[in-house]
């Protein structure tokens, strides 16, 4: 016979899958913003491991005050602690970059050649052009109107900021 589950685990059914929308939506976010960024690889790695030190310490916590969470399985047959590193780590990738870019910490702005313009996706359009930048070539999406008044050989005005917490990123019209 399996043990009766208390309210609060019970409560996770209805609970995990409005954070999952939530995570979705900081993801999704995390991502079309993701190419602005100079070193990219290196804030997507420091953001999951932060998300995942940081699920690992709340489960730990959580499991110490509620009963059962450690026997927690969704419809899927899924763990409590599993769901709660996708999540975390869906949910900074977004909050990293917000973090990031709520108070640039320094800026600079130049004019930089557009060394190539090209269209990605053939169902869902991504209009980039390609810059010669602080760290050679870089490809940024900016979208169909800037894409369409721009033309190769064409200087753009851009500004590169420093975020809180230290990663660079394009800012176009210095904004």
Not at 54 to 83: C, E, H, M, R, W
Not at 114 to 130: E, F, L, N, Q
Not at 150 to 155: I, V
Request: hydrophobic share 40%; charged share 20%; proline share 3%.
């Amino acid at each position: 016979m399996l043990p009766k589950k208390n309210n609060t685990v019970k409560r996770l059914n209805i609970i995990m899958p409005v954070c999952a929308i939530a995570a979705f939506t900081l993801f999704t976010y995390g991502l079309k913003n993701i190419d602005k960024y100079t070193h990219w690889i290196s804030l997507s790695f420091t953001i999951v491991t932060a998300a995942f030190l940081f699920a690992t310490i709340l489960y730990f916590v959580l499991d110490y005050y509620i009963s059962g969470l450690d026997s927690y399985k969704n419809v899927k047959n899924v763990g409590f602690y599993p769901q709660l590193v996708v999540l975390t780590i869906f949910s900074f990738f977004g909050l990293g970059q917000i973090v990031n870019e709520a108070a640039p910490v320094s800026r600079s702005c130049k004019s930089y050649p557009i060394v190539r313009k090209m269209i990605r996706g053939s169902r869902h359009k991504d209009y980039r052009v390609i810059i010669l930048g602080k760290g050679g070539l870089e490809e940024l999406s900016y979208g169909k109107s800037f894409y369409d008044h721009h033309k190769e050989g064409d200087r753009i005005d851009l500004c590169l900021a420093k975020g809180m917490l230290g990663y660079e990123y394009y800012v176009y019209g210095g904004k």
